[in-house]
Nanobody, 123 residues
């Protein structure tokens, strides 16, 4: 079964550059659309933003505008999340997700998920 794999997590100081990537465990990741989510202990998983794989159009949660940038490499099948000036409250486990159809994408019913990668931002 194909799964997604996040990479690039770890410890970073506030304000340093940080980015995550996401690929498929086999084959080339080529969803209809993809997204990033994050979760801290005792809280529900939180939507960060999404990207239409075909046209590259992006949309972000209110808190994420200007703080994150989502992009993708269609040929390489790679999803990216770039942090802009990360802060301690961005500390979380970050997950990537993919939707295989327009219906699933627009209803946020993602059928592919990564296992998550921990990002810790120190002050």
């Amino acid at each position: 079964q194909v799964r997604l794999q996040e990479a690039g997590g770890g410890l970073v100081q506030a304000g340093d550059s940080m980015s995550l990537s996401c690929t498929a465990s086999s084959g080339t990741f080529s969803p209809y659309g993809a997204s990033w989510w994050r979760q801290v202990p005792a809280k529900e998983r939180e939507f960060v933003g999404t990207i239409d794989w075909g046209n590259g159009g992006t949309w972000y949660a209110d808190f994420a505008w200007g703080r994150f940038k989502i992009s993708r490499d269609k040929v390489g099948g790679i999803l990216y999340l770039q942090f802009n000036n990360p802060q301690p409250d961005d500390t979380a486990v970050y997950y990537c997700a993919g939707a295989s159809s327009a219906e699933k994408y627009y209803s946020r019913q993602y059928d592919l998920w990564g296992q998550g990668t921990q990002v810790t931002v120190s002050s």
